[in-house]
T-cell receptor
Framework: NAGVMQNPRHLVRRRGQEARLRCSPM?????VYWYRQLPEEGLKFMVY????????ESGMPKERFSAEFPKEGPSILRIQQVVRGDSAAYFC??????????FGDGTRLSIL | QQQVKQSPQSLIVQKGGISIINCAYE??????FPWYQQFPGKGPALLIA?????SEKKEGRFTISFNKSAKQFSLHIMDSQPGDSATYFC???????????FGQGTRLTINP
Protein backbone atom coordinates (compact mmCIF):
# COMPACT_ATOMS: atom_id res chain seq x y z
CA ASN A 1 0.00 0.00 0.00
CA ALA A 2 2.17 2.81 -1.33
CA GLY A 3 2.12 6.16 0.40
CA VAL A 4 2.19 9.59 -1.21
CA MET A 5 4.89 9.47 -3.88
CA GLN A 6 6.82 12.56 -4.85
CA ASN A 7 9.48 12.93 -7.49
CA PRO A 8 12.09 13.96 -7.95
CA ARG A 9 13.39 13.88 -4.37
CA HIS A 10 16.01 16.47 -5.21
CA LEU A 11 15.89 19.02 -8.00
CA VAL A 12 18.54 21.56 -8.95
CA ARG A 13 17.70 24.43 -11.26
CA ARG A 14 19.45 27.59 -12.37
CA ARG A 15 17.78 30.96 -11.96
CA GLY A 16 15.24 31.53 -14.74
CA GLN A 17 14.57 27.85 -15.43
CA GLU A 18 11.35 25.98 -14.81
CA ALA A 19 10.80 23.45 -12.02
CA ARG A 20 8.17 20.70 -12.22
CA LEU A 21 7.36 18.74 -9.09
CA ARG A 22 5.17 15.64 -9.29
CA CYS A 23 2.94 14.00 -6.72
CA SER A 24 0.97 10.76 -6.85
CA PRO A 25 -1.55 10.61 -3.99
CA MET A 26 -2.31 7.52 -1.99
CA UNK A 27 -4.70 5.09 -3.63
CA UNK A 28 -8.27 6.13 -3.02
CA UNK A 29 -7.37 9.70 -2.07
CA UNK A 30 -9.06 12.39 -4.13
CA UNK A 31 -7.71 15.45 -2.28
CA VAL A 32 -4.19 16.77 -2.89
CA TYR A 33 -2.38 19.56 -1.08
CA TRP A 34 0.96 21.27 -1.64
CA TYR A 35 2.98 22.81 1.20
CA ARG A 36 6.32 24.61 1.23
CA GLN A 37 8.87 24.37 4.03
CA LEU A 38 11.74 26.80 4.37
CA PRO A 39 14.76 25.77 6.48
CA GLU A 40 14.02 25.78 10.22
CA GLU A 41 10.38 26.75 9.61
CA GLY A 42 6.99 25.09 9.65
CA LEU A 43 5.06 24.05 6.60
CA LYS A 44 3.07 26.71 4.78
CA PHE A 45 -0.04 25.79 2.81
CA MET A 46 0.08 26.60 -0.88
CA VAL A 47 -2.81 24.97 -2.73
CA TYR A 48 -5.58 22.38 -2.39
CA UNK A 49 -6.85 20.46 -5.41
CA UNK A 50 -9.32 17.77 -6.27
CA UNK A 51 -9.37 16.00 -9.62
CA UNK A 52 -9.30 18.67 -12.35
CA UNK A 53 -10.24 21.43 -9.88
CA UNK A 54 -8.36 23.95 -7.77
CA UNK A 55 -10.32 24.30 -4.54
CA UNK A 56 -8.14 26.72 -2.55
CA GLU A 57 -5.03 28.49 -3.84
CA SER A 58 -4.87 31.14 -1.15
CA GLY A 59 -1.28 30.25 -0.23
CA MET A 60 0.07 30.23 -3.76
CA PRO A 61 2.21 33.15 -4.95
CA LYS A 62 0.28 35.10 -7.60
CA GLU A 63 3.01 34.86 -10.21
CA ARG A 64 5.20 32.05 -11.56
CA PHE A 65 3.50 29.28 -9.56
CA SER A 66 0.76 26.99 -10.83
CA ALA A 67 -0.68 23.61 -9.88
CA GLU A 68 -2.84 21.01 -11.53
CA PHE A 69 -4.33 17.64 -10.73
CA PRO A 70 -5.50 16.16 -14.03
CA LYS A 71 -8.06 13.41 -14.44
CA GLU A 72 -5.27 11.01 -15.28
CA GLY A 73 -1.79 11.17 -13.84
CA PRO A 74 -0.05 12.87 -10.94
CA SER A 75 -0.54 16.34 -9.54
CA ILE A 76 2.05 18.83 -10.80
CA LEU A 77 3.41 21.91 -9.07
CA ARG A 78 5.07 24.13 -11.64
CA ILE A 79 7.39 27.02 -10.86
CA GLN A 80 8.38 29.18 -13.81
CA GLN A 81 11.49 31.42 -13.96
CA VAL A 82 12.77 30.20 -10.60
CA VAL A 83 14.60 32.57 -8.25
CA ARG A 84 16.90 31.86 -5.28
CA GLY A 85 14.03 32.45 -2.85
CA ASP A 86 12.18 29.45 -4.31
CA SER A 87 14.75 27.12 -2.69
CA ALA A 88 12.78 25.05 -0.20
CA ALA A 89 11.32 21.63 0.47
CA TYR A 90 7.97 21.15 -1.24
CA PHE A 91 5.64 18.59 0.31
CA CYS A 92 2.61 17.03 -1.23
CA UNK A 93 -0.13 15.52 0.93
CA UNK A 94 -3.32 13.64 0.19
CA UNK A 95 -6.46 12.65 2.03
CA UNK A 96 -9.70 10.80 1.38
CA UNK A 97 -12.98 12.70 1.57
CA UNK A 98 -12.93 12.77 5.34
CA UNK A 99 -9.86 11.49 7.06
CA UNK A 100 -6.28 11.90 7.96
CA UNK A 101 -3.83 13.72 5.75
CA UNK A 102 -0.73 11.80 4.64
CA PHE A 103 2.44 13.53 3.50
CA GLY A 104 5.07 12.50 0.98
CA ASP A 105 8.79 12.79 1.68
CA GLY A 106 9.06 15.99 -0.31
CA THR A 107 11.09 17.46 -3.15
CA ARG A 108 14.12 19.50 -2.13
CA LEU A 109 14.48 22.29 -4.67
CA SER A 110 17.81 24.09 -4.92
CA ILE A 111 18.30 27.14 -7.11
CA LEU A 112 21.83 27.92 -8.27
CA GLN B 1 -5.90 34.95 13.28
CA GLN B 2 -4.76 32.03 11.19
CA GLN B 3 -1.57 31.54 13.19
CA VAL B 4 -0.64 28.70 15.46
CA LYS B 5 2.17 29.57 17.86
CA GLN B 6 4.40 26.78 19.10
CA SER B 7 6.97 26.66 21.90
CA PRO B 8 9.68 25.93 22.72
CA GLN B 9 11.71 26.14 19.53
CA SER B 10 14.07 23.44 20.81
CA LEU B 11 13.97 21.06 23.74
CA ILE B 12 16.47 18.68 25.31
CA VAL B 13 15.18 15.92 27.59
CA GLN B 14 16.92 13.05 29.30
CA LYS B 15 15.97 9.51 28.37
CA GLY B 16 12.98 8.40 30.41
CA GLY B 17 11.82 11.96 31.05
CA ILE B 18 8.64 13.75 29.92
CA SER B 19 8.77 15.99 26.86
CA ILE B 20 6.17 18.77 26.72
CA ILE B 21 5.49 20.96 23.70
CA ASN B 22 2.87 23.71 23.70
CA CYS B 23 0.74 25.40 21.05
CA ALA B 24 -1.71 28.28 21.10
CA TYR B 25 -4.20 29.44 18.51
CA GLU B 26 -6.52 32.39 17.91
CA UNK B 27 -9.13 31.18 15.44
CA UNK B 28 -12.02 29.68 17.43
CA UNK B 29 -13.30 28.05 14.23
CA UNK B 30 -10.46 25.53 14.36
CA UNK B 31 -11.89 22.12 15.23
CA UNK B 32 -9.12 19.65 14.49
CA PHE B 33 -5.68 19.69 16.12
CA PRO B 34 -3.08 17.15 14.94
CA TRP B 35 0.54 16.69 15.91
CA TYR B 36 3.12 15.64 13.33
CA GLN B 37 6.58 14.13 13.78
CA GLN B 38 9.24 14.79 11.16
CA PHE B 39 12.65 13.14 10.82
CA PRO B 40 15.40 14.72 8.69
CA GLY B 41 14.82 14.15 4.99
CA LYS B 42 11.31 12.82 5.55
CA GLY B 43 7.81 14.18 5.38
CA PRO B 44 5.68 14.87 8.45
CA ALA B 45 3.93 11.82 9.87
CA LEU B 46 0.71 12.09 11.86
CA LEU B 47 1.26 11.14 15.51
CA ILE B 48 -1.99 11.89 17.25
CA ALA B 49 -4.91 14.30 16.82
CA UNK B 50 -7.72 15.72 18.94
CA UNK B 51 -11.03 17.51 18.42
CA UNK B 52 -12.23 20.15 20.90
CA UNK B 53 -15.04 18.04 22.38
CA UNK B 54 -12.50 16.20 24.57
CA SER B 55 -9.83 17.58 26.90
CA GLU B 56 -7.32 14.77 26.58
CA LYS B 57 -6.39 11.97 24.21
CA LYS B 58 -3.78 9.31 24.85
CA GLU B 59 -2.13 6.91 22.43
CA GLY B 60 0.68 4.87 23.92
CA ARG B 61 3.34 7.24 25.27
CA PHE B 62 1.81 10.26 23.50
CA THR B 63 -0.91 12.43 25.08
CA ILE B 64 -2.59 15.58 23.82
CA SER B 65 -4.03 17.92 26.43
CA PHE B 66 -6.55 20.46 25.13
CA ASN B 67 -7.77 23.63 26.88
CA LYS B 68 -10.57 25.13 24.82
CA SER B 69 -11.11 28.22 26.99
CA ALA B 70 -7.41 29.11 26.87
CA LYS B 71 -7.13 28.14 23.20
CA GLN B 72 -4.08 26.03 23.94
CA PHE B 73 -3.09 22.44 23.39
CA SER B 74 0.03 20.48 24.23
CA LEU B 75 1.82 17.25 23.42
CA HIS B 76 3.28 15.15 26.22
CA ILE B 77 5.72 12.35 25.44
CA MET B 78 6.10 10.04 28.42
CA ASP B 79 9.23 7.93 28.98
CA SER B 80 11.01 9.79 26.17
CA GLN B 81 13.43 7.68 24.12
CA PRO B 82 16.37 8.60 21.85
CA GLY B 83 14.27 7.41 18.89
CA ASP B 84 11.80 10.20 19.68
CA SER B 85 14.43 12.77 18.68
CA ALA B 86 12.80 14.61 15.79
CA THR B 87 11.02 17.85 14.93
CA TYR B 88 7.43 18.07 16.12
CA PHE B 89 4.76 20.28 14.59
CA CYS B 90 1.36 21.14 15.93
CA UNK B 91 -1.31 22.10 13.42
CA UNK B 92 -4.94 23.15 13.21
CA UNK B 93 -7.70 23.15 10.66
CA UNK B 94 -11.44 23.73 10.47
CA UNK B 95 -14.20 21.97 8.63
CA UNK B 96 -14.63 23.25 5.14
CA UNK B 97 -11.06 24.52 4.85
CA UNK B 98 -9.20 21.20 4.63
CA UNK B 99 -5.82 22.95 4.77
CA UNK B 100 -3.62 22.66 7.85
CA UNK B 101 -2.08 25.66 9.62
CA PHE B 102 1.23 24.58 11.17
CA GLY B 103 3.17 25.84 14.14
CA GLN B 104 6.84 26.73 13.72
CA GLY B 105 8.09 23.38 14.99
CA THR B 106 10.04 22.11 18.02
CA ARG B 107 13.33 20.30 17.61
CA LEU B 108 13.35 17.62 20.32
CA THR B 109 16.56 15.89 21.40
CA ILE B 110 16.47 12.98 23.82
CA ASN B 111 19.82 12.39 25.49
CA PRO B 112 20.67 8.76 26.28
Amino acid sequence: NAGVMQNPRHLVRRRGQEARLRCSPMKGHSHVYWYRQLPEEGLKFMVYLQKENIIDESGMPKERFSAEFPKEGPSILRIQQVVRGDSAAYFCASSPDRGRTHFGDGTRLSIL
Amino acid sequence: QQQVKQSPQSLIVQKGGISIINCAYENTAFDYFPWYQQFPGKGPALLIAIRPDVSEKKEGRFTISFNKSAKQFSLHIMDSQPGDSATYFCAASYQGAQKLVFGQGTRLTINP
